[in-house]
């Protein structure tokens, strides 16, 4: 079955930046796209931004735009996020998502989430 | 940008009840339009895709109605496992997801 499975918890400091992966199996990895979408303590969702795993193509939300690069990596059907010049508004958990055939913003399959803390 | 406008913001009903959760956005988004469930300490859930089109697994209790800047995701009969919270998520321009609407039991 189709599992994508992040990567641990994190604490940085404000101005460094973060790495976060998302390990995916169960499908053929170039087929589908890999989203990305944070949440805030106690706030809602919010979309950060889409790769293509067949060619690399992004789609940056503007306000990620300059300060996140998402990446795949085909040998080992993995996505990753890097934050860089993080503040503390950027603690949240962050999701990466799948697509379902025929859409690949219908989001059907989910990570579990990884925290991200920044504090100094 | 698309303005997305979830209301209620909260909402409490009892068990069995028909509880309609409605979705608007400034400008028409046509059909492009998603609904997902987001249990406490869990990541979100798709329920609905393209308006109306109820996800594989998911129960019957839920629907989805609506097109261009008007839609509504109606649970037919409250179960305590509904309790959650809803958001909406347009995909016709740059995705954006509504600030959501927290169910509770009565």
């Known amino acids: 079955q189709v599992s994508l499975v992040q990567s641990g918890p994190e604490v940085s400091k404000p101005g460094a930046s973060v790495k976060v992966s998302c390990k995916t199996s169960g499908y053929n990895f170039t087929t589908y796209g890999i989203t990305w979408v944070r949440q805030a303590p106690g706030q809602g969702l919010e979309w950060m931004g889409w790769i293509s795993a067949y060619n690399g193509n992004t789609n940056y939300g503007h306000k990620f735009r300059g300060r996140v690069t998402m990446t795949t990596d085909t040998s080992t059907t993995t996505a990753h996020l890097d934050v860089r010049r993080l503040t503390t508004d950027d603690t949240a958990v962050y999701y990466c998502?799948?697509?379902?055939?025929?859409?690949?913003?219908?989001?059907?399959?989910w990570g579990q989430g990884t925290l991200v803390t920044v504090s100094s | 940008d698309i303005q997305m406008t979830q209301s209620p913001s909260s909402l409490s009903a009892s068990v069995g009840d028909r509880v309609t959760l409605t979705c608007r956005t400034s400008e028409s988004v046509r059909s492009f339009l998603n609904w997902y469930q987001q249990r406490p300490g869990k990541a979100p859930k798709l329920l609905i895709f393209a308006a109306t089109n109820l996800e594989t697994g998911v129960p019957s209790r839920f629907g989805g109605s609506g097109s261009g800047t008007d839609f509504t995701l109606t649970i037919s009969s409250l179960q305590p496992e509904d309790v959650a919270t809803y958001y909406c998520?347009?995909?016709?321009?740059?995705?954006?997801f509504g600030r959501g609407t927290r169910v509770e039991i009565k």
């Open positions: 998520q347009q995909t016709y321009l740059f995705p954006a």
């Open positions: 998502a799948r697509g379902r055939p025929g859409g690949e913003q219908w989001l059907a399959t």
